[in-house]
């Protein structure tokens, strides 16, 4: 309540990079500080026992976690953990550290309660961000999203390296990583949901030659088509990757209430937040059907209620991930949901979320 009320407000007033600057302060100083994690934990923590599920080896004792991109260089994870989230997924991360694309680079839509950034994979690299990680100390996964360095100039063979890299770095620290092979916000524009281009990537990273790899996910575009998505997923389904993050945003402006003005002003950019939550769903869908339920899925992108966390659960999704609603509605967001679909489970009279699907069959 106290954040609607007046936090957001005053974030709102200043430009979306700058208020993400400033949150993240005061969350790495709250990651230091015994005091503040307890009180975060006092306000906005709940769990119960109905909510944990064991998924790859794991325990998510409830399934909100935060999405890759609010804590791109692993800083504040304890926070988060305080704050109530099952799980959280740093980075991306890439090989080489990077500064991003030039500012301004983020863009609140406020009338479709969503943001359009292209931050351009601005991170600490790889070494320095596993450093760090080292040194944390969790009790809930941590999930590590690997990247391609935002550079034009890395093509080819040299990009899978760069990926390979990352991913050695990341095997470190990670209870699972997840393949970014869908960013949009680079300068070439280039991703590796190219079909070729993601078999040499996956051919490289030997996940299915490696019986001890870290559970590795691949996040896909919400702007693929059946097709495409299911010609991408035989090929992970090939190298046996271990379950799938769905989705990254989007390059369309469809049906969106901001003005085409204010649109062309802000240019290009991925789309997240309430606008691209049917799309998400519809692909959670999809790979739920291609797999037979039988892949751990990470349902992400418009999950800012209740009502659209539980649309995802039933679309597939084994765990949830959040970013653009915790911006429009505040930490308070993770408790609700939660509570809430606690609630569901008890009404319905069954004992764990993956039994919800039958439920409402």
Known sequence: MIYNSLVKSLLFKLDAEQAH?????????????????????????????KLSQQIWGLTFRNP???????????????????????????GSITANPNTGNPKPRAFRLPKDRAIINRMGLNNDGAQTVVKRLKNKDLSIPLGVNIAKTHDPKIMGDVAIRDYVQSFKEAKKVADYITVNISCPNTAEGKTFEDPSALDE?????????????VPTTVKFSSDL??????????????HRIHGYVACNSSASREGLQTSEAELN???QGGLSGKPIANKSIQIVEWISEATKGQKPIIGV???????????????????????????????????SINRQLLHELDELNIKSIHQLVKAFD
């Open 21 to 49: 600057s400033t949150i993240h302060r005061f969350a790495e100083t709250a990651s230091d500080s015994s005091m503040l994690k307890a009180l975060a934990k006092s306000i906005y923590n709940y769990q119960s026992a």
């Open 64 to 90: 909100i976690g935060l999405a890759a991109g609010f804590d791109k260089n692993g800083q504040i994870p304890e926070i988060m953990e305080a704050l109530g989230f099952g799980f959280v997924e740093v």
């Open 301 to 335: 992108g418009g999950i800012d209620n209740f009502s659209t966390a539980l649309k995802m659960l039933l679309a597939g999704a084994d765990l949830l991930q959040m970013y653009t609603g915790l911006i429009y509605e505040g930490p308070g967001l993770i408790k």
């Open 201 to 213: 990537l996956l051919s490289a990273l030997k996940i299915r030659d490696d019986a001890r790899v």
């Open 225 to 238: 088509t059946k097709d495409q998505l299911l010609q991408l997923l035989e090929i992970c389904e090939n």
């Open 265 to 267: 002003n802000i240019g």
